[in-house]
């Protein structure tokens, strides 16, 4: 089996966990730093690096609710996953979440999955072929202004005073899903996302070569582009939006310093 195969099979396995543990009802506590966790975010974790790790047993393993272990940096290969992307969604009942896996090379995502469950989306790339949803090839969109842009963001920060440049106004919506956001905007659902906040390696790798084989443009707000399997696995935001857009948002937030 290769690896599309390989984590096509454990996100729907993982995806059908997450759906009953939610049914069943959710254990929620919080993690340091605040955010909050469920049981069915750790035993999604457990199947998909028990399934995944015994299939590939050489690869690094990277995931938002297993201790960090260093040895990955070592490996040819890695699994970067988040088990439950959205928490929050999949907390309040509402379809908006989704199981990340990427497989990462030299830094680079080379296979990557993004399956939410609740919606029967799935969608996944190789570096070799077109992005898919549930298949079918998709592409991103072709609006070429942000004025009416169907923009995923916080209206709040596109709406603050201190802007150099006011927003025009833009059609401005909210999915918890960091994944699941930059799949909207490579199947064309949407035309951007922008979050002007940290964001880790495993929201981003596998909807990164999702996002890119469709044919959009993914990179920080300065227009760096992301390397995964790092030291520290974090980026300062994200930029995510189709060809004609992404320059657009980059010239309004690249001179940005952000912490």
């Known amino acids: ?21 939610r049914e069943a009802g ?22 998909l690096k028990n399934e995944l790790k015994a299939a590939r047993p050489d690869y690094g393993w990277l995931s938002e609710e297993t201790a960090d272990d260093p040895s990955r940096l070592t490996t040819q290969r890695q699994f970067v996953v988040d088990p439950i992307d959205g928490t929050v969604a999949f907390m309040k009942n509402k379809p908006w979440f989704a199981v990340s896996i990427a497989v990462v090379e030299n830094g680079l995502p080379v296979a ?31 609006t070429d202004q942000l004025f009416g842009a169907a923009m995923l963001g916080d209206a709040k920060m596109f709406a603050h005073p201190a802007w150099r440049e006011p927003w025009p106004e833009m059609r401005i919506e909210s999915r918890n899903s960091i994944a699941y956001r ?18 880790s390696e495993w929201d981003l790798a596998a909807a990164d070569l999702i996002v890119r084989r ?6 920080d707000h300065k227009g760096r582009d992301f390397a995964y399997n790092r030291p520290v696995p974090q980026v300062p935001s994200l930029v995510c939006a189709n060809q004609a857009l992404a320059p657009l948002i980059l010239s309004r937030v690249g001179h940005i310093e952000l912490p």
């Open 1 to 21: 089996m290769n690896d599309l195969d390989l984590i096509l099979e454990a996100a729907r396995e993982a995806g059908e966990l997450a759906l009953s543990a």
């Open 26 to 47: 959710l254990k929620i506590w919080s993690k340091a730093g605040g955010s909050p966790v469920t049981d069915a975010d750790l035993a999604v974790d457990t199947l």
């Open 214 to 219: 469709a044919g959009a443009a993914v990179s």
């Open 112 to 142: 990557g999955v993004v399956h939410a469950p609740a919606l029967n989306e799935t969608y996944a790339a190789t570096l070799e072929g077109p992005a898919t949803l549930n298949g079918a090839v998709i592409a991103p969109s072709l």
């Open 182 to 199: 930059m799949c909207l905007v490579a199947s064309g659902a949407f035309d951007a996302a922008v979050a002007l906040s940290p964001k």
